[in-house]
């Protein structure tokens, strides 16, 4: 664990108030992320469950949470189980949590060895009208709680199978919406930390370097900052390359003259930052390059005062398409029939921009919230408006990490993105 820990007091919090979304006589289990084979005997690096991670802070694998609510205000429990400490695992491995350590972390009292938990929700099960699980919508395998083998082999499986199934992550989600101010400690830590690798890329990046050296030198300074790592695939596209929207090779050589895309974010205690920024491989844009980024830079500039109460995603999107489409028009990548002819479901812009403008971020790079959501006060997303000339190998896109307010909180206010900031701070 490199980063500091969130005070327990957010996660009793956050307990506290998913229990007071439960409908009384309710029963929820929640699992820890499972270890993912890569090959051989080898295994992926280990990341929590989101939703797991946001009511515990137990960043470890085989355990289990247990919250069970009755009809009176005085009749809830919330037991957690983990996995025991092996000796001979933990001289391969490292040490594991003890009960002491896994109720400090996450402020849960009861703390159970994971060999105890079927007796426990068999004794809760008979009092419960209701099972509330998780059911992924983004999980490859699409497992509900049932599909788990610790579930499926219990004795009281049949009155497991007799209650009401209700979905745990609904509700998870849309506390997690709005950031709390540890939350925004650790995001903001995590931008800082991203905002090191960003410079440190300014100050170095020359023509003929391949893109994985850029990679490693991001890397480099994540881990140096105390990040777990990248919160996501980063995206180092030099060239055509940033013409491929998920682009993630990275194996190609940063010619002289063409512009350098990258899409990369630090993850700091679980939570991400996601930035995206665009620069000349050899320090100084063309003039069609600042033509080219200006507009996107004035585009981006315009949408960053929509992230307030009472807005959508789905609101930033139809501004970000029209605003682009002015702008294509002006550089004539578009011509007034094009636009003319556009429809709705695919309008003008789209050839030149294909994604969406914005995405909700916290634990997950694309967090939980969609289009329809309605801004509040305390939540965070992305701006990142882009044009993409697969003829001109020219690809830009700026993206920045935002809070909801009055006043919108842009958290990489200070990254340089200006076309003279940026050829400054290349200047060697």
């Not at 030198?217 to 940033?242: C, D, M, W």
């Not at 063409?258 to 991400?272: R, S, T, V």
């Amino acid at each position: 664990m490199k980063y500091q820990p969130i005070s327990a007091d957010f996660y009793i919090e956050n307990q506290q108030n998913l229990i007071a979304q439960l409908a009384d006589n309710s029963l929820v289990i929640m699992q820890s992320a499972p270890v993912f084979p890569r090959n051989g005997d080898q295994f992926f690096h280990y990341r929590q469950d989101s939703d797991f991670f946001y009511l515990t802070g137990i960043d470890q694998e085989n355990c289990m949470l247990i919250i069970w609510k009755g009809s009176q205000k005085t009749e809830t429990k919330i037991l957690l189980f983990i996995q025991k400490a092996d000796k001979n695992q933990e001289i391969w491995y490292g040490r594991k949590l003890s009960l002491y350590d896994a109720s400090k972390l996450s402020g849960i009292e009861t703390v159970k060895y994971i060999d105890e938990y079927k007796d426990w929700v068999c004794n809760l099960a008979p009092k419960s009208k209701n099972l509330y699980v998780s059911k992924p919508k983004n999980h490859p395998f699409e497992l509900d709680a049932f599909n788990y083998n610790r579930l499926s082999n219990l004795h009281c499986r049949n009155v497991l199978d007799s209650l009401r199934i209700r979905d745990l992550q609904e509700l998870i989600e849309a506390q997690r919406l709005i950031k709390s101010d540890f939350e925004i400690q650790q995001m903001n830590k995590a931008v800082s930390i991203t905002k090191q690798a960003y410079l440190a890329v300014l100050n170095s990046l020359k023509p003929n370097q391949m893109e994985y050296e850029v990679e490693a030198q991001i890397t480099a300074e994540f881990l140096r900052n105390g990040a777990s790592g990248h919160a996501y695939e980063p995206i180092i596209a030099g060239g055509v390359n940033a013409c491929i929207l998920h682009y993630t090779d990275n194996d190609k050589v940063l010619k002289n003259g063409d512009l350098l895309l990258m899409d990369f974010g630090a993850e700091y205690g679980n939570y991400a930052a996601d930035c995206s920024r665009t620069i000349p491989v050899n320090g100084t844009f063309s003039p069609r390059q600042r033509t080219l980024y200006q507009a996107v830079l004035d585009v981006y500039k315009r949408l960053i005062p929509l992230f307030v109460p009472g807005n959508t995603i789905e609101a930033i999107n139809k501004m970000s398409g029209k605003w682009l489409e002015e702008k294509m028009l002006e550089l004539k990548l578009l011509s007034i029939d094009e636009v003319k002819n556009g429809t709705e479901e695919s309008p003008a812009y789209k050839k030149y921009f294909m994604h969406g403008t914005s995405h909700f971020l916290g634990l997950d790079v694309h967090d939980v919230g969609n289009k329809q959501t309605v801004f509040q006060k305390g939540m965070v997303l992305t701006c990142e408006p882009g044009i993409y000339i697969e003829e001109e190998n020219i690809g830009i896109r700026i993206e920045t990490n935002i809070i909801v307010d009055n006043q919108p909180i842009d958290l990489m206010a200070d990254f340089p993105v200006e076309i003279d900031e940026i050829e400054a701070a290349m200047m060697r």
